[in-house]
């Protein structure tokens, strides 16, 4: 009898124990539903600072906007001149595009131009891609004219290749220039060289 009056004590038990431990899962599940639940929250800025907006005078020359604009960074003048052309039409023309590259270049603007000639490159503009695959070429890369800090030949492929694809005589010269150049420093072990050879054409 006493055996039995333990069962019966240990089968409470074990009731109330499942009954705590259920309503301990409820708890845990409801917490990390609640958890999960995305709360609201405000947009993120934009990583670049607002930019002034163009006046009037942006409409007839977007290089005059462009230089009425004040405390511009290294590359906010070439990202404030396409975004002015895109709120014009659909995509900026390459060939404007291009003559503020060369206007900003001549001021000594090399980063902004830099922006601008590659902006046109991938437009498939070959005179701005024989630009910038000029300004990554180890045969004419200088402090003074380039906005990178050091040749980078596979660039320099890359960007003469787009032009010469676009029918310009100069950049496949250049190629083939750039092709001697980088042969010779593969045969003398620059790895660098030799992954570039095979990518040749």
């Known amino acids: ?3 039995q009056d333990e069962m019966t004590n ?3 038990k074990l009731a109330a124990y499942r009954s705590e431990a259920l309503m301990a899962l ?3 599940v409801t917490a990390i539903a609640i958890w999960m639940v995305p709360a609201d929250k405000e947009e993120a800025l934009p990583s670049l600072p607002q930019l002034p907006a163009p006046g009037p005078e942006a409409e007839r020359a977007p290089s005059a906007a462009v230089e009425g604009a004040a405390a511009f960074r290294g590359g906010d003048k070439a990202r404030f001149f396409i975004a002015r052309l895109r709120a014009d039409s659909a995509e900026p023309d390459a060939d404007v ?3 503020e ?4 270049q001549d001021a000594g603007n090399l980063d902004d131009a830099y922006l601008l000639y590659r902006f046109a490159a991938r437009q498939d503009h070959a005179q ?4 910038v695959g000029t300004l990554a070429d180890p045969a004419y890369h200088t402090a003074t004219s380039s906005y990178l800090p050091e040749p980078k030949p596979g660039q320099a492929y890359k960007w003469y290749s787009v032009a010469a694809a676009a029918g310009n005589e100069e ?3 250049r190629l083939q220039e750039l092709r001697h150049q980088v042969q010779q420093a593969a045969t003398a072990g620059d790895e660098q060289a030799q992954r570039l050879m095979l990518q040749w054409r």
């Open 101 to 104: 590259a060369e206007r900003l």
């Open 26 to 28: 409820v708890v845990i």
């Open 128 to 131: 701005a891609a024989l630009v």
């Open 10 to 12: 240990w089968k409470g």
């Open 1 to 3: 009898m006493a055996m």
């Open 97 to 99: 595009v291009f003559a």
């Open 171 to 173: 950049a496949e010269r």
